[in-house]
């Protein structure tokens, strides 16, 4: 496939015109129809041409070729030749007649899909339809008190609170009013106004008795006297009784009832006492008795004593060479059955001296002794003082 080396163009009447003189190929854009030195090309000739595109200069250009029967003119389309320095390319085959396209290239790829274009604007809304017919209402199926072991399905309803609820999904332990199970049927009301008082009942039984309250302090008056005004919780004396006002009031003798409550009432007379039957004493020591011998007991005085409770008052001196010694002494039997009392003394100034007092039941006839010794160390000077010093008296009080 070959084309002219002539330069040729269409004007925008279809006329076909050949270029004679050989300028830059550029030039060809600024042709005008007709200008001197441009020849139409004879009609007797029938050329193929080919469309051509100038990029650079926008411009489009037909040229006249010389073509074989042979040639494949599909695979010429797109070809870029270079004119006197400038580039074009063949984009399509045409006859005399450059609006008829005799040899159609192949079809391009199919182009990309453009983006979305922009929401068009809300229309105008739609009248309302007319309204349907109201259907039947359901009844539900009433369950009583909710309970968290129910197996609840839909249409279940149940009361909690003082509310009623409808279940809207199957479920077991989920309690109202929990949106996502229930619906409310009907809500607890608010609290009515209070209604006017109503006749007064029958008396109830008696309730059981309280605690007793805790005793007050009388206001302790002395004995009792007819001039004295005295008030509620007063407290008189009258004849070996005590009372306690329990009214205001002046000269009202105790035990009236009206205005004194008994406090602590007189004591029943007792049983005559008996009288002692025996009086035991010693005489005191005449004498001077020696303990010289450690821990060897002496006896101040002794008394024999019969089966009863006795009073036993003792008395014993006793002088000592050394005022550091200590003395012992003691009420006893005499040996060690049994010690009634004792008592441990020192000889402060070579003398010591003690007094012992008690109270002892006998069973038996029993003597009783009054008895000292010197604990510390022997000593033939450590003596019970005699003349009457010392010695020992029991009296029998029962």
């Known amino acids: 496939m070959t084309y002219t080396a002539d330069y040729r163009y269409h004007d925008e009447n279809g006329d076909l015109y050949v270029v004679n003189t050989r300028t830059d190929f550029a030039a060809v854009a600024g042709l005008s129809p007709a200008q001197p030195g441009d020849v139409p090309l004879s009609t007797g000739v029938q050329p193929r041409y080919v469309l051509a595109r100038s990029a650079p200069h926008g411009i489009d250009c037909y040229f006249p070729m010389i073509v074989d029967s042979t040639d494949d003119f599909n695979t010429f389309i797109n070809t870029t030749v270079t004119l006197s320095g400038v580039d074009w390319q063949f984009i399509a085959f045409c006859g005399e007649n450059r609006n008829v396209n005799y040899f159609q290239g192949p079809p391009g790829p199919t182009g990309a899909t453009g983006p979305q274009g922009p929401q068009g604007a809300t229309g105008a809304a739609g009248s309302n339809g007319a309204n349907g017919t109201n259907g039947t209402n359901g009844t539900p199926n009433w369950k009583g008190s909710w309970s968290n072991s129910t197996a609840y399905v839909i249409g279940d309803a149940v009361s909690l609170s003082g509310s009623s609820y409808v279940c809207n999904q199957a479920h077991t332990n989920h309690t109202p009013p929990n949106a996502s199970y229930w619906d409310v049927l009907a809500s607890k009301g608010d609290t009515g106004a209070t209604g006017a008082q109503g006749s007064q009942g029958a008396t109830g039984a008696a309730g059981a008795n309280g605690t007793n309250g805790t005793n007050g302090t009388p206001n302790w008056k002395g004995a009792w006297s007819s001039a004295t005004a005295y008030i509620v919780g007063d407290a008189v004396s009258l004849n070996g009784s005590s009372y306690v006002c329990n009214q205001a009031h002046t000269n009202h003798t105790p035990p009236n009832s009206s205005y004194w409550d008994v406090l602590a009432s007189k004591g029943d007379a ?5 009288p002692a039957t025996n009086n035991y004493s010693s005489n005191f020591a005449a004498n001077d008795v020696t303990i010289g011998t450690q821990n060897t007991y002496g006896d101040a005085g002794s008394v024999s004593l019969t089966a009863g409770t006795y009073l036993i008052l003792a008395y014993c001196e006793v002088t000592a060479s050394n005022q550091n010694d200590q003395i012992a002494f003691k009420i006893w039997d005499g040996t060690s059955s049994f010690t ?12 010591a001296s003690t007094t012992l ?9 029993t003597t009783v002794k009054m008895s000292a010794t010197n604990v510390t160390r022997s000593d033939a000077n450590c003596k019970i003082k005699g003349s009457s010093r010392s010695g020992i008296v029991a009296v029998q009080i029962a």
């Open 270 to 274: 007792g049983n005559s006492g008996s």
């Open 340 to 351: 009634i009392s004792e008592s441990n003394v020192n000889a402060n100034a070579g003398l």
């Open 357 to 365: 007092i008690c109270t002892h039941t006998l069973a038996s006839t």
